[in-house]
């Protein structure tokens, strides 16, 4: 995949263009209602381009997981509204996205106007890359624009098939994910520190293997900490872990030292005899685990060397939460090193890249969001990037 590839509709002429934008209107809801807009905020600044330019624009999307057919609990027409609200113009919901309605909306357009078709995943040609399907979508529109990075690791009608039927081009925010990561991961200024966390080893193994093997710290943290500390012979009480997963710990260690990655780990940790809110909790070394108690956080000096590692360091890669951060106090070691890291970035001494949902989620409860150098709308093309793997959706538009 030869990234330089990638074209922008920047010089093009979309004027009275029917313009098909791919985005990620896959937002989280509560009653009916848009509970988190950042996905939908970050793609305004690329659709008011279009829009300024006379292109006539409509915009393609997935939400949430329907099985192939309408379902009323997933259609698009809430977060419709929304994104309506944070542009200031009406948008247009059309209740299919393919077929005579949708190419009777598409053709009806105004130069500068803007319509929503309805949830992709309606349709069972979506996630099978149908030909069909796409030639149904790509009726709708001249051209064709990617800015939903995060669902690039799907190769899907509307982010794959359709790239084969119109000239295609990378949206914006497409092009800022692409272009931050690879400064980050591909291109960083060393040395480079990447934290992960999260609960468990078996999800991340591809993740530590590529980072091993890229960056000179790996900082470890969360459940997939304790598999770690098993695999020291160090007994973790009744802490998260998993036992068969200590092998592969193991060979993440040996891979580690054959490259000059140092495996950072906790050296104390915070224990409770219950995952409950307020539960009395004390900061003990991993060794000193009680046998009927639980790893729920990184504890006080661990954030200590976190943050001196850290502050070594020029570029940070964070996925994963470092303790149970949703339950107080089993935050504090997330919300530390987050708050440390933001400093570093503020002071110019840090490149810091986040991504994924708890990720985001805990960085939003820090307050530091915005002190990070970028923080990514992705979660599972986020993790795929870091495992090194191609995403389909941006070698899509890099062919
Ligand atoms: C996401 O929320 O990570 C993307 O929108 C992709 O959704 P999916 O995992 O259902 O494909
Ligand atoms: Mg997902």
Not at 346 to 357: D, I, M, W
Request: a neutral charge; aromatic letters at 6%; one cysteine or more.
């Amino acid at each position: 995949m030869n990234l330089n590839k990638l074209k922008t509709t920047a010089g093009v002429d979309v004027a009275g263009k029917r313009v098909l934008v791919r985005a990620d209107l896959n937002v989280p809801t509560k009653d009916g209602r848009v509970s988190d807009a950042t996905r939908l905020e970050r793609i305004v600044p690329g659709l008011k381009d279009l829009m300024g330019r006379g292109a006539r624009v409509i915009v393609l999307s997935h939400f949430g997981r329907p099985k192939g057919a309408p379902d009323p609990t997933f259609t698009l027409e809430p977060v419709v509204a929304k994104l309506g609200e944070l542009l200031g113009t009406p948008v247009t919901f059309v209740p299919d996205c393919i077929g005579p309605a949708a190419e009777v909306a598409a053709a009806s357009l105004a130069p500068g106007a803007i319509a929503v078709f309805e949830n992709l995943r309606f349709h069972k040609g979506e996630e099978k890359n149908d030909t069909a399907f796409a030639q149904g979508l790509a009726r709708s529109g001249d051209l064709y624009v990617d800015d939903a990075f995060s669902a690039a690791h799907r190769a899907h009608a509307s982010t794959d098939g359709i790239t084969r039927l119109l000239p295609s081009y990378a949206g914006p925010l497409m092009m800022e994910e692409i272009t931050a990561l690879r400064a980050a991961l591909e291109e960083p200024k060393r040395p480079t520190a990447a934290v992960v966390g999260g609960a468990k080893v078996s999800t991340k193994i591809p993740v530590l293997t590529n980072l091993v093997a890229k960056v000179d710290k790996l900082i470890i943290g969360g459940g997939m900490a304790n598999t770690f500390l098993l695999a020291q012979g160090i007994e973790i009480g009744k802490s998260l872990a998993e036992p068969d997963l200590t092998k592969t710990a193991h060979e993440i260690f040996a891979a580690a030292k054959a490259r000059g990655c140092e495996i950072v780990l906790p050296v104390d940790v915070v224990v409770a005899s219950k995952f409950e809110a307020g539960s009395p909790s004390r900061a003990v070394a991993p060794t000193e685990t009680p046998p009927d108690q639980m790893i729920l956080d990184v504890g006080p000096k661990t954030v200590v060397h976190y943050i001196e590692v850290l502050g070594r360091c020029n570029t940070l890669l964070w996925n994963g939460p470092l303790g149970a951060f949703e339950i107080a106090p089993f935050g504090e070691g997330t919300f530390a090193l987050a708050r440390a890291a933001a400093e570093l970035t503020k002071a110019g001494r840090l490149v810091s890249v986040a991504g994924g949902g708890d990720t985001v989620a805990a960085l939003n409860a820090a307050g530091v969001t915005d002190d990070f150098t970028y923080v990514s709308s992705a979660g599972g093309a986020f993790l795929e990037w870091l495992e090194g793997r191609e995403l389909p959706g941006v070698a899509a538009l890099a062919r």
